[in-house]
């Protein structure tokens, strides 16, 4: 692939995980609330780049294995308004 693997965790974290529902600007979790390892296909087959690709690693600064904890907000997202009046 033509992206560094740094470049292509942030190319799949322009998206939310379709599986874990981690949020644009964070890595995937496990179902125990860690870190994933890596990410998952759905998220990362969400750019177009990454869709040959058989697995993408989360890079070691997002601490994989370790309690997930929401990443920066990306300031590139557009931000959802507050759901109000439910
Ligand atoms: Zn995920």
Redesign the pocket.
């Known amino acids: 692939m033509d992206l560094t693997p740094d470049q292509a965790a942030l190319a799949v974290e322009r998206h939310d995980?379709p599986?874990?529902d981690?949020p644009a600007g964070s890595a995937?979790?496990t179902r125990g609330g860690k870190t994933?390892a890596k990410?998952?296909t759905p998220?990362f087959v969400l750019v177009p780049a990454l869709r040959e690709e058989l697995e993408i690693p989360v890079p070691a600064d997002r601490l994989p294995g370790r309690v997930w904890k929401q990443g920066p907000a990306l300031a590139v997202s557009c931000p959802r308004p507050a759901p109000s009046g439910w």
């Open positions: 995980c599986n874990c981690a995937c979790r994933a990410y998952h998220r």
